[in-house]
């Protein structure tokens, strides 16, 4: 027969049956909480959540993530179009009408007024000679070509006529915008028989004969400043040619755009960007607050499942001890011994006050949101006396030591004193459970400063990391640390010491380092003194 006490604390129960039947021996000892199939259970859950809530959150992060940036692409595909779409029609009643315009002030001509001329006088007259070098000296006939070429290109720039060709057209459409504008060569060919043209110039050729400086990559710069030309800002493109052998054809194109384009687009879609930026930002917030809230919410949820485990080990553990002496009681040969009776009498005692501990903790809880302070005036330093006093008393492990430094000049404060030591008390009963120290030190100490005591409880317990100091006093929190697990605890205690603090419009921190201590130090204001 084995009858398992080892959750009973500190009792001892011998009795020997004189037939040997059974032996049951329970002697002083410490309970282990790794021990406990409860804790096991609960730590090994822990882990599996711990772990389980770290891959979810990385998933939704990673999802809402990929989600935005599908969003921000969108947004930037329909922006981008809505912007070539307003830049090819920037313009288009000017624009069509001064290709009209130009095209009929270059009738029977080429480039502007006079250019024609300007090409039939030095390409005619070397036609003959470009044939036959052609037709025999290829190398020679390079060269040749781009030297005719750069001789009609700068002779067409001196004579280039189109700034009278805008200005004319700006005053009979009453523009009063500054409009700039380029004329270029996109190719020139020769035909030695009808129809069957030989390339002289191309633009997207590169020719090292040829000026360099009027060589740009929408080609031979005629006239003009404008510096981006594209398929928006051209007003016309015109290929000349002809039938006949002995001549040329030409491909020219002139652009023009006003000099403040880029800006009048911007302010003309400034509404469609500020829509759009102010969209993919909405968005952002209410994922950052839907966020935000979800954790919270799922911290919530996993702080009650802890307190759910928590105190389902914490009230088995005294009702398995309750159990087990009960059922020794009932055993009529342990009975018959007055020494089992005494001890198990004392266990089914002192775990009841501990069963009626942990519902008054739960009950002090659902009504803290209502604390009734009776508010008196005291001397924290005889009231602080008292309280370390009676706790001294109580404290069964000698491995404990307990100082108390008054440096307060003046300690008279108003508080409830119910609260007050209920809150300390709290505080000193942490300061001794997460302690592994083989002597656990516990300081207490009160200094004045501006017009207030400061109470500070300092221990070298495991401490308590940076990230986790804020949450500390969230209702059922509990660090998830092994050391921290393995000690009992509903994760109410600093819940219960803040509530306690707010009451009195005090406040309360934490200094603490993992390894070497916490400090929690109480800000109490002093009341007026002589």
């Keep these: 027969m084995l009858i398992n006490l080892m959750t009973i604390p500190n009792s001892q129960l011998t009795t020997h049956h004189s037939h040997s039947l059974f032996t049951i021996t329970v002697s002083r000892f410490t309970f282990l909480p790794s021990q406990s199939p409860i804790r096991i259970v609960f730590s090994l859950s822990l ?39 307003e830049n090819e029609r920037y313009l288009f009643p000017e624009k069509k009408l001064m290709n009209e315009v130009y095209r009929e002030s270059i009738i029977n001509d080429k ?61 009979q459409q009453h523009i009063t915008d500054s409009l700039q504008y380029a004329l270029t060569i996109d190719a020139l060919d020769v035909a030695f028989t009808s129809n069957k043209y030989v390339p002289v110039y191309n633009k997207e050729t590169y020719y090292t004969l040829i000026d360099h400086d009027i060589q740009q990559k929408d080609g031979i710069r005629i006239g003009g400043i404008l510096r981006n030309t594209n ?3 051209r007003i016309s493109n015109i290929t000349v040619s002809s039938d006949a052998s002995y001549t040329y054809k030409m491909t020219f194109s002139l652009y023009v755009d006003r000099e403040d384009r880029e800006l009048r687009l911007f302010k003309k879609m400034s509404t469609v960007y500020f829509l759009s930026i102010f969209s993919i930002l909405a968005v952002l917030i209410l994922f950052f607050v839907t966020f935000r809230n979800w954790l919270r919410q799922k911290k919530l949820s996993e702080m009650r499942s802890d307190f759910i485990n928590s105190i389902t080990h914490e009230f088995n553990t005294p009702l398995s001890a309750i159990i087990i002496a009960n059922k020794g009681l009932q055993n009529p040969k342990l009975a018959a011994l007055p020494g089992n009776v005494s001890s198990l009498t004392g266990v089914i005692e002192r775990q009841s006050t501990r069963l009626k501990t942990l519902v008054n903790q739960v009950l002090d809880v659902t009504s803290i949101d209502r604390l009734k302070l009776d508010i008196k005036k005291y001397s924290l330093h005889e009231l602080l006396d008292n309280i370390l006093l009676d706790y001294k008393l109580n404290l069964r492990d000698s491995d404990i030591e307990l100082t108390f430094s008054r440096a307060a000049q003046h300690d008279t404060v108003e508080l409830d004193q119910f609260y007050f030591t209920t809150a300390l008390l709290n505080i000193l009963t942490n300061a001794v459970k997460y302690n592994d120290k083989p002597v656990k030190q516990i300081h207490v100490t009160t200094q004045s400063e501006d017009g207030q005591i400061l109470l500070s409880v300092a221990d070298n317990g495991i401490g308590i990391s940076k990230e986790k100091q804020k949450s500390i006093f969230n209702k059922f929190y509990r660090v998830k640390n092994k050391k921290v ?41 002093l009341q007026n003194h002589s």
Excluded at 55 to 80: E, N, P, R, W
Excluded at 137 to 163: G, H, M, P, T, W
Excluded at 506 to 525: A, D, L, Y
Aim: some cysteine; proline content about 1%.
């Design 47 to 85: 882990l599996f959540r711990t772990a389980y809530m770290k891959d979810s959150i990385f998933t939704y992060i990673t999802i809402a993530i990929a989600s935005f940036l599908v969003l921000c692409g969108m947004q930037f595909y329909l922006v981008h179009n809505t912007y070539q779409l």
């Design 111 to 171: 480039l502007f007024p006079g250019g024609a001329a300007i090409i039939d006088t030095i390409l005619n007259h070397n036609l003959t000679n470009l044939e036959y070098l052609y037709i025999n000296n290829s190398e020679q006939y390079n060269v040749v070509k781009q030297e005719i070429c750069d001789s009609i290109f700068k002779q067409l720039r001196r004579a280039q006529s189109i700034d009278r060709f805008i200005t004319k057209f700006k005053q």
């Design 231 to 233: 398929m928006q800002n």
């Design 485 to 525: 697990q393995e000690a009992q605890g509903l994760g109410l205690g600093l819940f219960y010491v803040k509530q306690c603090v707010l009451a009195h419009n005090w406040t309360i921190t934490i200094s603490s380092e993992t390894g070497v201590g916490s400090t929690f130090t109480m800000s109490i204001p």
